[in-house]
């Protein structure tokens, strides 16, 4: 996949809706064949930012360029139907009186997907989405995700460099959620379009996005990769929006090199700002191992005593004290663990690689 060449570039984007901000000061940019996923919670301005892109929405302030031109800042806005991308919202919202096949020609030429090249795209579209055997299909005939598929092969059709995509998928059920995301996913990679996908499902973005945009607020707090947001997130805030941790008090040596906290002396991401500060280091739960006998000698290993065991399927979690310091793990169970959890047992526990601090004074 070749990521270099810009497909969108927003700079200072704001939008007020009744004089409310909705977006403050929005920056980003996608490139050729990438996914970036934006993921906040409700409200927070996701649907209005891809609105925006789209042209459904103009701005307050800031510059979008689509393909290197300015398709929009406080004065000018064009037009929907000259931005050539492809939207996709929750339900796919196609014509009820067109079949399947006139649905997906009808942004090629005058619609009506006659010509030889109009009749072999649509062809290769509903392939590249495993609907060609619902061509002559009205939309009342198909389910949810057949119905969903048709939306995207309708937005494929006329070769867009970018997709917008509103949360395709939620209103489908879970088991057809996870196939259609998938294949969705694969088309889109396959013919190397670049997508926005709005998303409030972290497991979503973090499995599927190239790079994601973290929203809260009408504000982008951090932009990375999967791997960079989870282990190094910029803030404290941003480290517990996208995966759940466990949090003690600390405080950083004299370098900035390592932290005191309850489970003993922790190797923290040196930072001379950190000297003898005092602050919150965060842990992942993927970290710690528990009932390790091997004691290597690159880990911190510490005993702690099992106070609460709550137990829900295949996952337990326990409630742990350590230095007169509680927290809970949650973990895989097997089966050699489960004779070894008793309340006021104590156990052995490793735990693997950095903390991340987060100085408070
Ligand atoms: N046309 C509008 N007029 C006034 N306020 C609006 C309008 N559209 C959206 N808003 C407000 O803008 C804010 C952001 O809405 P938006 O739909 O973009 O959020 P979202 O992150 O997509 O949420 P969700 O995940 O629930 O869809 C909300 O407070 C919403 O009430």
Redesign the pocket.
């Known amino acids: 996949m070749l990521l270099n060449k810009s497909i969108l570039e927003i700079n200072g984007l704001s939008k007020n809706?009744?004089e409310i901000e909705?977006l403050n000061n929005i920056s980003l940019s996608l490139k050729e064949g990438e996914l970036l996923f934006l993921l906040?919670s409700?409200?927070?301005?996701?649907?209005?930012?891809l609105r925006i892109i789209a042209g459904f929405e103009q701005i307050n302030k800031g510059r979008i360029f689509l393909y290197d031109k300015l398709i929009a800042n406080e004065k000018k806005s064009i037009p929907i139907q000259q931005r050539n991308l492809g939207y996709v919202v929750q339900e796919g919202v196609l014509f009820p009186h067109l079949t399947v096949y006139r649905n997906i020609a009808y942004g090629l030429g005058n619609g009506m997907g006659k010509t030889k090249q109009e009749i072999d795209r649509v062809q290769e579209v509903m392939e590249l989405t495993g609907i060609s055997h619902l061509s002559q299909r009205f939309p009342y005939e198909l389910s949810g995700g057949q119905q969903q598929r048709v939306a995207l092969a309708r937005a494929l059709a006329p070769k867009p460099k970018l997709i917008l995509l509103d949360e395709p998928f939620s209103a489908l059920d879970e088991h057809l959620r996870h196939q259609i995301r998938k294949e969705m996913l694969s088309a889109l990679r396959e013919s190397n379009t670049s997508a926005l996908f709005?998303t409030?499902d972290r497991e979503e973005a973090l499995t599927y996005a190239d790079r994601i945009a973290i929203?809260q607020k009408g504000k982008i707090l951090q932009i990375d990769t999967p791997y960079n947001l989870y282990w190094h997130p910029q803030t404290r805030e941003t480290a517990k929006f996208i995966g759940t941790v466990i949090e003690f008090d600390a405080v950083a040596d004299q370098k900035g090199e390592y932290i005191h906290c309850p489970l003993g002396k922790i190797l923290i991401h040196q930072n001379e700002k950190y000297q003898n500060k005092h602050g919150i280091v965060l842990f992942r739960p993927e970290q710690f191992s528990l009932f390790t006998e091997n004691m290597e000698n690159d880990f911190t290993h510490f005993e702690a005593t099992i106070v609460k065991i709550i137990s829900s399927g295949l996952k337990i979690r326990l409630l742990l004290a350590v230095n007169n310091t509680q927290f809970m793990l949650e973990t895989q169970l097997i089966p050699t663990h489960q004779p070894k959890l008793k309340i006021g047992k104590k156990i052995n526990i490793t735990l693997q690689g950095c903390g991340l601090f987060y100085s408070t004074k």
């Open positions: 809706f009744n909705v906040g409700s409200g927070c301005g996701k649907s209005t930012l709005v409030h929203m």
